[in-house]
């Protein structure tokens, strides 16, 4: 699990570059943001993840 923390890290990163390249943020504020685009991918990515695994209740 923590190398998928890591690529929710890295993305949200990359994310919030692109939109400091395009100047929809500047790099002084940033707080807010990272943390709210943060916590979208980390819940979009966290159900993917839970939706591709099997679930053990429908066994025998």
Known sequence: MKSIDEQI???TKEI???FIEMGRLSPSNI???FK???AIVNETVKE???K???SNDNQD
Do not use: M, S
């Open 31 to 33: 707080h807010e943001p």
């Open 16 to 18: 919030i570059v692109k």
């Open 52 to 54: 591709t695994v099997p």
């Open 36 to 38: 709210d685009i943060y």
């Open 48 to 50: 993917n993840i839970a």
């Open 9 to 11: 890290l890295r993305a």
